[in-house]
């Protein structure tokens, strides 16, 4: 039976603080290429949080590795303002149902200066035992010059992911070519 923890956000609601769930297994596949798709795939799942909204600007990418950790980052986000959705986003957190005996959170956040921005994360690639994960920003047509912030979440699995490295694909900033390593399980 799935176990959940609510934590009495204020003015809120409900909020999940999410202690109990976890994967299934994925089946099939005879192939060694096969396996390995399933193993990868196995190793993390994408947690669908709203991918843009204002209350991530004051955010820096993160991995929440205990319930505890969950609690404080969820009581501190109850507590900010200027949020377009942050219903939203507790909600995707609570539905993700996480486990944190067997997996971490990691939250990737970017920002930037013009809604004319578009913000994409590839489907990540498990190397060894590090999970790379690339944001491509780019330009397209119809933005506006106010400010827009982005994210996305991941649960990754501790026995199988150490780090996760997060590339921004940004043509034109090279100053954020070198990827940011974030620690799963300290």
């Known amino acids: 039976m799935k176990r959940r923890r609510f934590l009495a956000a204020s003015g809120l609601g409900l909020v999940g603080a999410l202690v109990s769930g976890g994967l299934t297994g994925c089946g099939g596949g005879s192939s060694v290429s096969d396996r390995t798709q399933i193993e990868e795939a196995a190793s993390f799942r994408i947690v669908p949080i709203p991918q843009r909204e204002h209350g991530y600007d004051s955010f820096e990418s993160q991995v929440i590795d205990s319930t505890t950790e969950m609690t404080r980052f969820?009581?501190?986000?109850?507590?900010?303002?200027?949020?377009?959705?942050?219903?939203?986003?507790?909600?995707?957190?609570?539905?993700?149902?996480?486990?944190?005996?067997?997996?971490?959170?990691?939250l990737i956040f970017d920002t930037e200066g013009s809604s004319g921005i578009r913000v994409t994360l590839d489907t990540p690639q498990l190397q060894g035992t590090t999970l790379?994960?690339?944001?491509?920003?780019?330009?397209?047509?119809?933005?506006?010059?106010?400010?827009?912030?982005?994210?996305?979440?991941?649960?990754?699995?501790?026995d199988q992911v150490d780090a996760v490295a997060v590339t921004f694909d940004d043509p034109n900033d090279w100053s954020r070519k070198e990827p940011l390593h974030l620690a799963v399980g300290d």
């Open 132 to 158: 790379n994960a690339t944001v491509h920003i780019s330009l397209f047509t119809g933005g506006t010059a106010d400010m827009a912030s982005h994210g996305f979440a991941l649960a990754v699995r501790k």
């Open 74 to 106: 969820l009581e501190k986000t109850a507590q900010d303002a200027y949020w377009n959705n942050k219903d939203g986003f507790f909600l995707a957190l609570e539905q993700a149902n996480l486990n944190f005996e067997t997996e971490s959170l990691v």
